[in-house]
């Protein structure tokens, strides 16, 4: 059958005929379809000449299929199925309720609250599939604008006017040690700080911290003893080891609350560390704005 054959048939017919072979009576048929039973009767017997063959066997009393009628409806109740489900999901999808989204996370906010966002969104959108993959914040400007991802959850170091953002979470930052660390109060200065082994940022993967570690220190003309650089979540590896002691958001050292102790810092204007949803401006997808929605608490229908 040609594809101009196909055409003509009309979606509607199909419903009327599967409603009359489940009714097999016009009446009740025309009834659950609101309309009169002579437009229905016309609309089957068109059906019928379309098909070449008869589809129904009636009399005065009675109404049914014929052994033609029988494949037919099998078939038409399963393509009004797929034409119902194409519809509803295509709607899903323009909606932001349905569909698929990459995101990106860095490593240094796996243990924070985000990650528990995530988990509500999935929830809350089960129809929306999410593809999450753990990336350093340098590379994620790059995935966005590549289109490799949707979505990046990372450090605010984007440099790119083609990316938009917003600031979804902030935490402080303070003196990770071992448990058993010796520090006499809850709270160092960054003199108690500069007298013990610290472990530093590495600037090519962790520019946002190693910036951060070294502002602190500048302001208040203190220099830190850097005994090594390296990245999170393997800098809190070497706070256990011995090695020296870091600077980290508090959610870090917390998922290692068994054998690390995080301390607040006292210093002149300490900053706290940021993680920012970022978007390519050019990005159509409509899952994202569901997705930055549910992070803000709130539903987002147009672009954040």
């Known amino acids: 059958m040609s594809i101009s054959e196909i055409m003509k048939l009309d979606g509607r017919v199909l419903v ?8 097999l009576h016009f009446g009740r048929a025309a009834a659950r379809l609101s309309i009169s039973q002579p437009p229905l009767s016309r609309q089957i017997k068109q059906l019928e000449e379309w098909v070449g063959t008869a589809l129904f066997l009636r009399s005065t009393r009675t109404v049914a299929l014929t052994a033609a009628g ?18 509803q999901t295509t709607r899903q999808v323009a909606r932001g309720d349905a569909g698929s989204l990459s995101i990106g996370i860095t490593p240094s906010a796996a243990n924070s609250p985000l990650v528990e966002s995530l988990h509500v969104f999935r929830l809350r959108h089960p129809t929306i599939e999410l593809d999450l993959r753990e990336m350093d914040s340098v590379n994620m400007t790059a995935a966005l604008l590549a289109h490799e991802l949707d979505v990046a959850l990372m450090r605010p170091i984007v440099q790119s006017d083609k990316i938009r953002s917003m600031t979804v979470y902030s935490e402080p930052i303070g003196l990770v040690s071992r448990a ?16 013990h082994p610290l472990i530093g940022y590495e600037e090519s993967v962790s520019p946002y911290f190693a910036e951060m570690v070294r502002g602190i220190f500048a302001r208040e003309n203190t220099m830190p003893n850097i005994v090594q650089k390296s990245r999170l979540p393997s800098i809190l590896t070497l706070v256990e080891a011995g090695v020296g002691v870091a600077i980290a958001p508090a959610s870090m050292a ?31 997808n409509p899952v994202i704005n569901s997705f930055v929605g549910s992070l803000l608490g709130r539903r987002t229908r147009g672009s954040f």
Do not use: G
Request: aromatic content about 6%; hydrophobic content about 55%.
């Open 16 to 23: 009327a005929f599967c409603v009359v072979a489940e009714e």
């Open 70 to 87: 029988v494949v037919m409806y099998q078939q038409a109740r399963r393509i009004c199925a797929d034409l119902e489900y194409m519809v």
């Open 180 to 195: 058993d660390h010796v520090f006499a109060e809850d709270t160092v200065t960054l003199k108690e700080i500069a007298r």
């Open 254 to 284: 917390q998922a290692r609350a068994a054998s690390l102790t995080w301390r607040s810092i006292s210093a002149i204007n300490l900053p706290v560390a940021q993680v920012i949803v970022a978007v390519a401006r050019e990005a159509s």
